[in-house]
C-alpha cells in the first residue's frame, strides 16, 4: 500500500517560516490533504487539493506538489499554529484513505 | 451548524464485538460519503473506513487491518453512521472519529474530511 513519511517534528521561533513536508512515490500525481490537530480536539482540514485553502483558514497556510514531496508552508508562524499535522492521499490500487504519521510543530 | 457526535465506546475484551454509532445533523448526510478514522493514544491517524451513498451503492471500503472484522452502515431515516467492530483486537483500541469524506457543500466541496465529531474511546483489554 501507498506510504506517506513525515518528519516527527519542527520546531521554529514564532514569525518564522515552517515547511513540513509529505514524502511518497510520485506523490504530484495525487490530490493531498493537510489536516491540523490540537490537543484533545479532532482534527480541521487547512489544505486541500495540494493547495486549495478551505474559507476560515488563514492566507499563512498554503501548499504545493511536487516529484516525490508535498509542502505545508505556515508563513509568520504564531503559538496558535502550535498542532499536529498529518498530511492524506487517496491511494486508488488499495481503495483506501492514507494519512502520513504526523509533524509535531512547536513554536519556541 | 454541522454535528457530529459519535457514542457507543467502551471497555471490551479481546475478541469481543462493539457497535459505534455517529448521529448527524446540520447538514444533508444522504447526501454524504462518511467515513471513520481512529486513533491510538498518542499516536497518528488511521482511516478505518468508508460508506457511500445509498444513490451510489452504498458501497464500503475498507483499511487492510479491519477488513472482514468491522463493517459499516447508515441509517439516513435517522441521520445515523454505524461501525460494527467484531472480533476485537487490542491494536485497535483507540479514539474513533466519523468524519464526512466526500460532501459536496463542504469547505472543500468534497475533496477532504470537512466535518469531523469529537470521537468516542474505544478500549480492548482483558
Known amino acids: 500500500s501507498y506510504v506517506l513519511t513525515q518528519p516527527p517534528s519542527v520546531s521554529l521561533a514564532p514569525g518564522k517560516t515552517a515547511r513540513i513536508t509529505c514524502g511518497g512515490n510520485?506523490?504530484?500525481?495525487?490530490?493531498v490533504n493537510w489536516y491540523q490537530q490540537k490537543p484533545g480536539q479532532a482534527p480541521v482540514v487547512v489544505i486541500y487539493?495540494?493547495?486549495d485553502r478551505p474559507s476560515g483558514i488563514p492566507e499563512r497556510f498554503s501548499g504545493s506538489n511536487s516529484g516525490n514531496t508535498a509542502t505545508l508552508t505556515i508563513s509568520r508562524v504564531e503559538a496558535g499554529d502550535e498542532a499536529d499535522y498529518y498530511c492524506q492521499v487517496w491511494d486508488s490500487s488499495s481503495d483506501s484513505w492514507v494519512f502520513g504519521g504526523g509533524t509535531k510543530l512547536t513554536v519556541l | 451548524e454541522v454535528q457530529l457526535v459519535e457514542s457507543g465506546g467502551g471497555l471490551v475484551k479481546p475478541g469481543g464485538s462493539l457497535r459505534l454509532s455517529c448521529a448527524a445533523s446540520?447538514?444533508?448526510?444522504?447526501?454524504?460519503?462518511m467515513s471513520w478514522v481512529r486513533q491510538s493514544p498518542g499516536k497518528g491517524l488511521e482511516w478505518v473506513g468508508r460508506i457511500k451513498t445509498k444513490t451510489e451503492g452504498g458501497t464500503t471500503d475498507f483499511a487492510a487491518p479491519v477488513k472482514g472484522r468491522f463493517s459499516i452502515s447508515r441509517d439516513d431515516s435517522k441521520n445515523t453512521l454505524y461501525l460494527q467492530m467484531n472480533s476485537l483486537k487490542t491494536e485497535d483500541r483507540g479514539v474513533y472519529y466519523c468524519t464526512t469524506d466526500n460532501y459536496p457543500s463542504g469547505y472543500s466541496s468534497g475533496l477532504a474530511f470537512d466535518y469531523w465529531g469529537q470521537g468516542t474511546l474505544v478500549t480492548v483489554s482483558s
Open positions: 487539493y495540494d493547495d
Open positions: 510520485n506523490i504530484a500525481s495525487q490530490n
Open positions: 446540520g447538514f444533508t448526510f444522504s447526501n454524504a460519503w
